[in-house]
């Protein structure tokens, strides 16, 4: 060979004689091969599917002829070193002959497993080979035109000449299509269904040619090879011109015209693609049985047309293409190779930028939409490729590769281009061992099984973007889908969903295919009939599914980081094996999963521990072991896997650690997860007797083979302290192979099968490999029939134990991954993003050594500081350490105490480790800010664990020397408390800054534009929306960072758009009862699970609810709040557990919608603790208006029948509950009679879950229960079924009501009397908006009834007396109240279903306000029926006169009739004057002949006094004595306060005997205003006097004196006396006139005089002869419409005004008594008038109305309000008085008389028409009635604008005092309430309606307010009510008798009063600050000395004051 031809002309021209040479051993020469790594692993496992050696052979040597110089030199060398062990082997140089004597037709032979695309399990179909005749007569034809130079086409696949050669063969086969596919079809190249389909198509034939290649592309590589023989046979020369044209190309890269093109100028790739998509469906349609490629005369399973359609074509490279083969002799990743030669590559593309663009798109590189964009751009091809690269580089790796493949395929002599790049790299790539280069392994087959099984999962689209934990943890739809999968796409989601939820069978990928009661399968099977061919089927089952190996790779490399580690921590918890290292599938090397184990911890107990009884916990990957390697050679039928599972398993158990082909799995073959390594641990017990291993060992095991595998296997025998080999068929090749390793083959062990078919070579080999190596005979195992797999198993273990024992090679996961550096493996954990961050993270915990220090040192703020802080908060509510100190002074000091711990928090610096964290998670980006976390996570828990090991052993070895002297180990039980160190505690050192800096910002000492930490919170709300759990509370401290919770949750509401509906879901049980696990499990989170740390407190995390299920949901997250384990023993010690649990338990309680009560254990005796905490909190939620759901889950119950055999247990359990309901119930002085189902919706068969334990077997070897995972699914499922239905009951909260949740819930906790102490904002807003609505309710009815009353009014004045019937009224007035009750009534019950406004919090105030309707009702009943009686009396009383006014009406008729006779009669015509004078005359006679008969007139004196006197009969003498004046001689003015109306002797204290005088007096008072009042309406009503009036007031002054308070003002007899006598006396004389008016004004005779005008008007017009008909009409409209129209006007404006008043935009404050407090508070406060507030607390009725008349005055004198509602109601009435004369009946009267009638009849429910006035207008009246309605009509206006002007002219305070409705009456029913004062402070009552139960108030004052003083120092006593009764204070008044009586029991004394606790500490700094103002007015008004005031309320300033009032009444 001369030395200066190149190696690769050496191969070509030995190429023919070479092939013949190595065909006598095919297989060695692979094995051989394949260890000296000439070709890539893809290459190798492309060539192992050929089985024909020539066939082979030949593929093998021009795959290498493909590849660079440098390959070609290390074949020569490979054939050199191949002749040491095939002895027939020559010299090379003895094989080379001329290579024009070889034949040009150099296509070669490959078909691979992708080309095929065969499903999963179906063997690849191979091509069938040319001829020998075909061959030599191909060869002959091709001869004569072939091309005597050498170029790289005649190395290049069919498929490949195809693609370059396209544009050719497009011209050629045009000339003669049709004799081309007669040729196809007669080769069976394509099947004739196509072709007719094709020729059918309306296309020219070059679009047809174009097809026709698509398809013959798409057979792949056999079907191309085919194609080219048939055209060669029918167009001679064509293969050599084809051949020709490609050398022409490479030989002129720049003019390259052949690749796949889907287009041509004239056929658009879209179009042309879809036509190529439609032949392929219909080709598939039409053959069922084989594809056109279908290969013949194989002997394997044919590929149908079914399985060709299942796989994803558009996604593969052609069959002649590899993914990094035209690269893989450089080291870089595709990715570098572009980003290195990026302008090399710009220049390439942009030559042939379009026919790029066409590979790319066509390999499915990029998309259509991708394609389409680039093309559209209008820029240079310079740019489109420069933005062509970058979007290539976005796809990933995998993506470059394929790009690069492409562009040498486009672009002919690219990879020339970037050689200089290439060679450019290191020159010593790193050597591993001995001569072997470690290349990459990604190859272009495995990309596509990638791709494939990527297509079946549909995980294409997490390629380029990872799936994240957060997307699996968001709650969808498939949250609550079945454990089965439906469908391949099912497959990744169900792995993840039961991996996540700790399901063993996760690993399971069989499809579902229905159940045995599913019926459409139960028919199917009855119609099926027997098929012959069943016997000839293959296992169909695995054929539609994937290998579970399969899917978890391809779950691994579609998920980011996180969630890989979260993966393999779940995984570790089942005992699944982990996957070590990843095959090469994305990148071109293989990946050590370092990072993904990171979070995993182990506990166990080694022997050599046993005797101390210690354990030793630590990280996987930090823990050092030997590993033993498990690895198989060629095939084998012991199955590996499964001997693993048994050689890990414990006796009497199995565990499948490893998947194996006999699981109930899916047996798929793998088709990506050859070359995973995975690794299994063993870790001992302590238990010595059951233990397998006496020390923790690692065992590994390879998927596939050795040979292929190669990589994997030599990490393997450098990490391994042992490496077994199973094999079956040991020979030259595989000794060959081993001989390599050296040294290291003295760690391999052998296992043998004793009947193999070759176990006698395998033998011998072995033999010689053992006497080479010196192995021992324990190195080879023999496996036969006389030992059983047991038995087996058991020495194996053995073996393995002497490793242990003897073996000094231990290495963890940590010093393997060094290993796999060398090697050039990936190693996860070395993303720069993951490292960056651990540089962060290394800063921060590098110098951390003692924990307890470093807290002191760099958290300072959470130290004593901050628990100072939590305990100065707490004493603030509960005042326990108060003791002779006033309350509103020692809270002063307690508020100055806290101001300056905060300061002090303050001036602290943020120190270097915080400064650095904070840098962290604001400095870096999303990923590594996950990252720096995560390292932080670990190190500090790595750091605890230390910290606790260490502290455990000294608290033992204390223990053992102090023995039972506890107060010798408390320091170290302090110091293990204390011991947790974790992110949570850096992020509460942020909430401390935070929370200080706002402290000094609302105290004033720091400018709020001078804020650091106010991003804080921001900080937190991505942390919490990235899934880090938020602490709520802090259990170091036990106590919460109010303002940090506060606006961290605001933020996150703002963060997520205010879209925060959410439900809480919380868990509550004793310590290690397995919470935290049972959240994890149920929604795969990630709280903490015995991390060694001794974790305290509550976290919270979201959840986000995901499509549908938010409206099914009706929320957009769950919250999960855990919680530390109740009854922890280590803070049993430490003094205030109990306190903490109630605490803890109450809040969470109180926040959660669901609680889960977790108890270990089937009953509940030892719960009885748990149980009390968990019935105080419900008992606490029942009471303030929440009734929560309660789920009892009883873990450790595995028993099938568990829930029927505890139903005793579960009675038990309901009648313990009940105990500790009324238990509880009495403690919190509630009802005594209340079970627990009265607190919450409890059914004992619903309500309780049964679930096994959590482990499988004994720990730590032991898996999870399968059953606890699916008991937790139900449990899971349930909840959410329960989150459906309460979403439908009522509204969920948002975050700013959880956040009020938590405020109250806070706040009430921290008073030790929680029902006591609730108040909630809340709450306080849904009774706001629930009163306002109800008093609209209220004042419907009000007006409803006012209107039918005065309307029956109306009727009783217009009908006669023998028409009323009163019972018939009564019964309407019964039924009308009835209906506007029902009104009310389902008003209430609409409001309380509508859910409106939080409605369900106030649920316990709906009695309140139903009896207050029946009260209402109650009300307007007496009122109404008083109404209807006295207008009923009325018209009684004036009945005997109206009979008589007849009487003198009828002869002064005659009178008149004879007088206007006489007169005509008269000849003289008689004038006026004349004619009054004989009127008058006739008028005087006439009234001086009728009979005179007067009303008798009585003395309602002596009435008034009979009353009395009996009245006060037993205070006979002294009343008799008073009498002697007279009664009459009593008036209210005169009455005075005597010494004598109290006892003295009871008061030998001046200071007590005025001030009880003082007390008699307001009661005085208060009586004669009352009275005066009844008795002034009554005179104002014109009604005669009734006895009844007596006996009514009479019944008042009783009522009032009987009072229980009255009684204590130890009054005389003389009072009562005098009092009554002073009322009666001037009720006497108002009675007296009362009586007189009424004769007076129902005088006949006055009444007959009062028509005189009337009648000498019509005498004159009748005598004149005058047209009398307007004049009539006129005085119908004065005398009768005038005054009914008036009258009428009055009866309606009452109701009008407040109608319009409490409508009107400016008096939202009467809308309900909170608002209206507010609006007189805030308008006292800016008035700061001492005399208004005086009046405002002592008599608060009185100023009340007082306020209301003066602001209706106000509004009504200022504006024209009063004029417009005059006007509407005039004009109401006027309309309907038009609307009835128009009336037929009216027009149709005979005479006026029946018009009249008629009319009054149709208005006498609006009109009160005098019958006196219509006797004038009847007199005479023979007007036409039509005519006379005319007339009416037209007199109409002027009336009603003289109506209207007078009213304008009345004063309005005139106006409102003659209304019949005082509307300033009916304001003030609604605003004033009950009218209760507060008996400390006197704050009036709050409550809606006037039936409630207790009565409230939203903020109480300074109690000196109400007069209350010190006994001895006489000054005003200023601490508040709502602080005293939360203190230990005490009280007395007259109430107590003047006995002493402790504040926090005030209800033994006012059982209807709730005096709640502030809601906030400056809740109350309105009051304060009126006091401080106002303190020396105070003391004088109330002769008492100014008080000591606290300092910080004389600091208190107006605008704080007004923002308190805000806060109180949440008007913010």
């Avoid at 490292?835 to 002191?856: C, F, M, P, S």
């Avoid at 008798?1937 to 209807?1952: A, G, I, S, T």
């Amino acid at each position: 060979m001369a030395s200066a031809e190149k190696p690769s002309d050496v191969i070509r021209k030995a190429r023919k004689k070479l092939t013949e040479a190595l065909q006598r051993d095919p297989e060695l020469i692979f094995t051989v091969a394949r260890s000296q790594q000439l070709l890539t692993e893809g290459e190798f496992s492309s060539l192992s599917q050929i089985h024909e050696p020539q066939e082979f052979l030949e593929n093998f040597i021009d795959t290498v002829l493909r590849k660079e110089e440098s390959t070609h030199e290390r074949f020569l060398e490979f054939l050199e070193n191949l002749r040491h062990v095939l002895p027939s082997l020559r010299p090379i140089s003895e094989y080379l002959e001329d290579e024009a004597k070889s034949s040009p037709f150099k296509v070669t032979f490959r078909v691979t497993l992708s080309n095929n695309r065969n499903t999963a399990g179906s063997k690849p179909a191979r091509d069938r080979p040319y001829s020998e005749d075909a061959k030599e007569n191909l060869e002959r034809e091709g001869s004569s035109g072939a091309a005597t130079g050498s170029s790289d086409s005649d190395t290049l696949s069919s498929h490949e000449m195809i693609s370059k050669g396209k544009k050719w063969l497009t011209e050629i086969l045009k000339k003669d299509l049709e004799l081309i596919i007669e040729e196809l079809i007669s080769q069976s190249v394509i099947e004739k269904e196509q072709c007719e389909l094709l020729v059918k198509l309306e296309e020219d034939s070059k679009t047809k040619v174009q097809i026709l290649l698509l398809q013959i592309q798409q057979g792949g590589e056999t079907t191309c090879h085919k194609f080219l023989e048939c055209l060669n046979v029918a167009c001679p020369g064509s293969y050599q011109n084809l051949q020709r044209s490609l050398y022409d190309q490479d030989q002129n890269p720049g003019q390259s015209f052949g690749h796949l093109e889907l287009q041509s100028e004239s056929t658009p790739d879209v179009y042309l693609y879809s036509l190529f998509q439609f032949l392929a469906a219909k080709s598939s349609s039409v053959c069922t049985t084989e594809s056109f490629a279908r290969p013949q005369n194989t002997g394997l399973t044919p590929v149908s047309s079914r399985e060709k359609k299942e796989e994803n074509p558009s996604r593969g490279m052609s069959s002649g293409t590899t993914t990094k083969g035209l690269w893989d002799s450089s080291r870089m990743s595709g990715n570098e190779i572009i980003q290195k030669g990026r302008k090399q590559l710009t220049e390439i593309i942009q030559e042939d930028l379009e026919i790029v663009l066409d590979e790319l798109l066509s390999q499915s590189v990029i998309t259509e939409e991708e394609y389409a964009n680039l093309n559209k751009t209008e820029e240079d091809s310079k740019k489109k490729s420069q933005k062509l690269l970058l979007l290539i580089q976005k796809k990933g790796e995998r993506a470059c590769c394929w790009f690069l493949d492409c562009i040498e395929i486009a672009c002919s002599g690219s990879k020339q281009s970037l050689q200089p790049l290439l060679n450019g790299q290191d020159q010593n790539p790193g050597q591993s061992f001995g001569h072997l280069e470690l290349q990459s392994e990604s190859t272009p087959d495995r990309s596509k099984s990638l791709q494939n099984v990527l297509a079946k999962l549909n995980l294409q689209k997490y390629i380029n973007k990872e799936l994240t934990l957060r997307e699996v943890l968001e709650i969808s739809s498939e949250s609550l889908k079945e454990r089965t999968p439906q469908s391949l796409g099912d497959l990744p989601w169900h792995f993840l969903r039961n991996v996540f939820a700790l399901n063993v069978t996760a690993r399971n990928t069989r499809l579902g295919k229905g159940t045995p009661n599913d019926q459409g399968m139960r028919g199917k099977e009855e119609e099926e009939i027997f098929d012959e061919g069943i016997f000839f089927t293959s296992e169909m089952d695995d054929e539609v599914s994937v290998n579970p190996l399969d899917v978890l790779c391809a779950v691994l490399i579609s998920s980011d980081s996180f969630l890989q580690q979260e993966i393999f921590s779940k995984m570790s918890l089942c005992q699944f094996a982990l996957p070590l290292l990843l095959p090469p599938l994305e990148t071109p090397k293989c990946t050590l999963m370092l990072w993904a184990m990171r979070d995993i911890v182990r506990k166990w107990r080694p022997h050599s521990l046993i005797e101390k009884r210690s354990f030793r916990e630590e990280s996987l990957v930090r823990t050092s072991m030997p590993t033993i390697s498990f690895v198989r050679m060629g095939s084998c039928s012991l199955s590996k896997s499964k001997l693993l599972n048994l050689f890990l398993s414990p006796s009497q158990q199995h565990y499948d650690f490893f998947i194996h082909r006999d699981m109930d799995i899916s047996n798929s073959l793998r088709e990506i997860a050859n070359g995973l390594v995975e690794m299994a641990w063993y870790f001992p017990g302590g238990q010595k007797s059951s233990d397998l291993f006496s020390e923790p060992v690692a065992i590994a095991n390879l998927c596939g083979s050795v040979e292929s595998h190669w990589l994997q296997f030599l990490f393997l025998t450098q990490v391994s302290s042992a490496v077994f080999i199973f094999t079956e068929c040991f020979g030259e090749k595989e000794y060959a192979l081993l001989s390599s390793l050296n040294k290291s083959l003295s760690r391999c062990y052998f296992i043998l099968e004793r009947h193999s078919k070759k176990f006698t070579e395998t033998s011998h080999f072995i033999s010689e490999l053992a006497t080479a190596f010196k192995l021992k005979n324990s190195q080879i195992l023999m496996k036969g029939d006389r030992i059983n797999e047991a038995q087996f198993v058991k020495n194996l273990q053995s073996i393995v134990e002497r490793i242990i024992l003897s073996s000094s090679k231990s290495m963890s996961v940590l010093k393997m991954a060094d290993v796999a550096r060398e090697f050039k493996i990936q190693v996860d954990e070395d993303a720069q993003e993951c490292q960056h961050a651990l540089r962060y993270a290394n800063e921060i915990t590098q110098g951390i050594k003692d924990i307890v220090i470093y807290k002191k040192e760099t958290l300072v703020l959470q130290g004593d500081l901050w628990k100072n802080l939590a305990r100065v908060e707490k004493e603030l509510c509960r005042m326990k350490s108060q003791g002779d100190t006033p309350s509103e002074q020692y809270k002063s000091i307690l508020k100055g105490r806290r101001v300056e711990l905060h300061k002090q928090q303050n001036e602290c610096d943020l120190t270097p480790g915080l400064i650095k964290f904070i840098g962290g998670i604001t400095h870096l980006n999303s990923a590594e800010k996950q990252y720096f976390l995560k390292w932080m996570k670990l190190h500090l828990d790595w750091i605890a664990r230390g910290n606790s090991t260490n502290l455990r052993a000294k608290y033992k070895e204390r223990c053992k020397t102090l023995g039972d002297k506890g107060q010798k180990t408390a320091e170290l039980d302090q110091l293990i408390s204390s011991s947790s160190l974790g992110v949570e505690h850096f992020m509460r050192e942020l909430g401390q800054f935070y929370e200080a800096e706002h402290s000094m910002v609302r105290e004033g000492r720091i400018a709020k534009s001078r804020r650091q930490f106010v991003h804080f919170p921001s900080i937190a709300v991505d942390l919490m929306l990235d899934g880090f759990p938020l602490e709520l509370i802090d259990g170091d401290a036990s106590n919460i960072p109010l303002q940090w919770i506060t606006d961290v949750l605001t933020e996150l509401n703002h963060k997520v758009g205010g879209r925060s509906k959410m439900v809480v879901i919380t868990v509550l049980g004793v310590q290690s009862t397995g919470k935290s696990t049972l959240l994890n499990t149920m929604f795969g989170l990630q709280f903490a699970v015995s991390s060694g740390r001794c974790t305290r407190g509550a976290f919270m995390m979201l959840l986000q609810v995901k499509g549908n299920l938010v409206q099914e949901f009706g929320c957009d997250f769950i919250l999960v709040i855990d919680t530390e384990g109740l009854k922890a023993p280590e803070l049993a010690k430490l003094g205030d557990s109990d306190q903490h649990d109630n605490e803890l338990g109450t809040l969470v309680i109180g926040l959660s919608d669901i609680t889960i009560v977790n108890m270990a254990m089937e009953n509940a005796t030892e719960m009885k603790d748990i149980l009390q905490i968990v019935t105080h909190a419900f008992l606490r939620m029942k009471e303030i208006g929440q009734k929560r759901n309660c789920q009892f889950v009883h873990q450790n119950v595995s028993d099938v029948c568990a829930h029927d055999q505890n139903m005793s247990d579960r009675n038990r359990l309901l009648e313990q509950l009940n105990e500790m309901t009324q238990a509880a119930a009495k403690m919190e002085n509630t009802k005594k009679n209340i079970k627990f189902s009265d607190i919450m919706d409890y059914d004992p068969e619903i309500h309780n879950w049964y679930i096994p334990g959590l482990w499988h077997g004994v720990p730590p070897m032991a898996p999870v229960n399968r059953g606890y995972s699916e008991k937790v699914f139900e449990l899971k499922k349930y909840l959410f079924e329960y989150i459906k239905h309460l979403s439908r009951e009522r509204p969920l909260k948002d975050i700013p009501q959880f956040i009020e949740w938590v405020k109250s819930l806070w706040n009430a906790v921290k008073h030790e009397n929680f029902i006591f102490s609730f108040r909630n904002s809340l709450i306080a807003e849904a009774y706001t908006n629930l009163s306002t609505s109800y008093s609209e309710w209220e004042w419907a009815f009000r007006k409803e009834m006012h209107v039918w009353v005065s309307e029956q009014e109306t009727v009783i004045q217009n009908v006669s007396l023998d028409a009323l019937d009163l019972s018939t009224l009564k019964c309407e007035l019964q039924k009308k109240l009835s209906i506007e009750e029902e009104r009310i009534s389902k008003n209430l019950r609409q409001y309380f279903e509508s859910g409106a406004g939080n409605v369900y919090l106030v649920e316990k105030y709906k009695e309140d306000f139903v009896k207050s309707a029946n009260s209402l009702k109650s009300e307007l009943e007496g009122s109404s029926y008083s109404k209807l009686e006295d207008a009923r009396r009325i018209k009684k009383g004036r009945y005997k006169t109206d009979i008589i006014l007849s009487r003198y009406v009828k002869t002064i008729e005659e009178k008149v009739d004879g007088l206007l006779d006489e007169c005509r009669k008269n000849k003289c015509r008689l004038e006026n004057c004349k004619l009054k004078e004989e009127f008058e005359r006739m008028w005087t006679k006439t009234f001086l002949e009728l009979t005179p008969m007067h009303l008798q007139k009585r003395q309602v004196c002596s009435n008034v006094e009979s009353h009395l006197r009996k009245d006060l009969s037993s205070r006979g003498r002294l009343f008799n004595e008073k009498l002697q004046k007279g009664l009459l001689s009593y008036r209210i003015k005169a009455f005075k306060i005597k010494d004598e109306y109290i006892h003295l002797s009871w008061f030998k204290n001046v200071f007590k005997k005025n001030k009880k005088l003082y007390q008699v007096d307001e009661l005085a008072k208060s009586l004669i205003d009352k009275c005066s009042r009844y008795f002034d309406e009554k005179a104002n009503s014109m009604e005669d006097y009734d006895e009844t009036y007596c006996v009514e007031l009479l019944h008042m002054i009783n009522k009032e004196l009987q009072e229980n308070n009255v009684e204590k003002l130890c009054t005389t007899p003389g009072f009562e006396v005098d009092l009554k006598l002073h009322i009666l006396g001037e009720a006497a004389h108002a009675f007296q006139k009362m009586h007189e008016d009424f004769m007076k004004e129902n005088d006949p005779l006055l009444r007959l005089e009062k028509l005189k005008l009337q009648y000498f008007s019509v005498f004159r017009d009748l005598y004149l002869e005058k047209d009398a008909e307007q004049s009539r009409a006129k005085d119908f409209c004065d005398k009768c419409l005038h005054p009914a129209l008036v009258d009428y006007i009055n009866k309606r404006l009452g109701i009008e005004i407040v109608e319009n008043f409490i409508r009107n935009a400016q008096s939202t404050e009467f809308a309900c008594r909170s608002f209206f407090q507010f609006t007189v508070l805030q308008e006292l406060l800016e008035g700061m008038n001492f005399g208004q507030y005086v009046k405002y607390i002592l008599t608060y009725e009185e100023f009340v109305k007082s306020w209301i008349w003066t602001r209706m005055l106000d509004r009504y004198e200022k504006n024209n309000d009063l004029e417009n509602l005059e006007k509407e109601i005039l004009s109401v009435i006027i309309n309907k008085i038009r609307e009835t004369l128009e009336k037929p009946k009216q027009k149709d009267a005979g005479a006026i008389p029946e018009f009249l009638d008629n009319f009054c009849k149709a208005m006498q429910k609006d009109l009160v028409i005098s019958e006196d006035n219509l006797v004038g207008i009847q007199f005479k009246n023979e007007l036409v009635p039509k005519q006379f309605s005319a007339y009416i009509k037209n007199v109409l206006p002027g009336l009603e604008k003289q109506i209207l002007s007078e009213l304008k002219l009345m004063d309005v305070k005139f106006t409102f005092t003659k209304l019949p409705v005082k509307p300033q009456d009916e304001i003030f029913k609604r605003v004033f309430g009950c009218g209760k004062q507060c008996p400390f402070c006197k704050v009036p009552c709050e409550a809606g309606g006037k039936a409630h139960q207790e009565h409230f108030a939203a903020v109480h004052r300074p109690q000196g307010l109400g007069r209350y003083r010190w006994d001895k120092t006489k000054e005003l006593y200023y601490s508040l009510c709502s602080s005293d009764v939360v203190s230990d204070n005490w009280f007395k008044n007259r109430h107590t008798d003047k006995k002493w009586h402790p504040y926090k029991n005030y209800r033994d004394y006012y059982p209807d009063w709730n005096i709640q606790p502030d809601p906030s500490i400056n809740a109350s700094d309105y009051w304060k600050f009126i006091f401080a103002e106002f303190n020396h007015d105070f003391a004088r008004k109330y002769c008492a000395k100014p008080a000591e005031l606290p300092e910080d309320w004389k600091k208190i300033t107006k605008e704080q004051a007004k923002e308190a009032l805000k806060e109180t009444y949440n008007m913010k």
